[in-house]
């Protein structure tokens, strides 16, 4: 439960309003009672509204230059593509502009997931811990490889330019990615195998060796606090 109560909870508040649910008639809307409690309740119980917003809203993601350089180099890439894509006519879906390729070039087809439709899932899947867990990168990789063998079948002698957007669930790390949230503790257990790494200029083993005395550990991801400990932390 919210700490705060609401205005509505207070009696002079709910009885300004039922005066005026009463006096319209009841014909409000969400819009209407809004402008009710700015230009009535607020000035009457001396509430400031003035409003601020936050840093982020305010500064537009896309200005940003890190943003700014990935966006023309994105542009660049499918700029090299679209000499190779013929151009449709969106009114009637017909190619209203042939290709001329040389003899080595393919046509391209630009295939972006967001221009569709919502619909009835390709891919059914039991959600939880439990179960299937979670639509990620790895599920995406499996749909696409049978999305591709279909695009192969019934675009013959074409290329699919597969287009994603930056979605948790369509992004993915490598098996053994050095990614801490994927080891345990302590040496062993379900945990992911990562990489060697390197620490002041020196190479880190993240497992134990193969010929490791105790025969338990061999091979076995070292854990957390194994690789803090051996670098003094």
Not at 123 to 128: A, P, S
Not at 169 to 188: E, I, K, Q
């Amino acid at each position: 439960k919210h700490p705060s109560k609401s205005l509505l909870y207070d009696e002079y508040v709910s009885i300004r309003i039922a005066n005026y649910l009463q006096a319209t008639k009841f014909q409000v809307n969400p819009q209407l009672i809004k402008q009710f409690f700015e230009n009535q309740i607020f000035p009457e119980l001396h509430i400031d509204q003035a409003q601020t917003i936050s840093l982020s809203t305010a500064q537009h993601g896309y200005e940003r230059d890190d943003i700014v350089a990935f966006c023309q180099k994105f542009l660049q890439e499918i700029e090299k593509y679209e000499k190779l894509m013929p151009k449709w006519n969106d009114i009637n879906c017909e190619v209203c502009e042939e290709l001329y390729l040389l003899p080595d070039e393919q046509k391209h087809i630009f295939i972006t997931y967001d221009e569709y439709r919502e619909g009835e899932a390709r891919v059914i899947i039991q959600f939880g811990a439990n179960n299937d867990g979670y639509w990620d990168g790895k599920k995406l990789l499996l749909q696409l490889k049978n999305v591709i063998t279909i695009f192969e079948w019934t675009h013959s002698g074409y290329i699919g330019v597969w287009v994603f957007d930056n979605v948790t669930s369509h992004t993915g790390m490598a098996p053994d990615a050095l990614v801490a949230a994927r080891m345990n503790l302590n040496p062993g257990g379900m945990q992911s195998k990562m990489r060697d790494t390197t620490w002041n200029e020196k190479i880190q083993k993240m497992t134990y060796p193969d010929d490791y005395y105790e025969s338990f550990l061999r091979s076995q991801p070292k854990g957390i606090k194994t690789i803090l400990i051996k670098r003094g932390l």
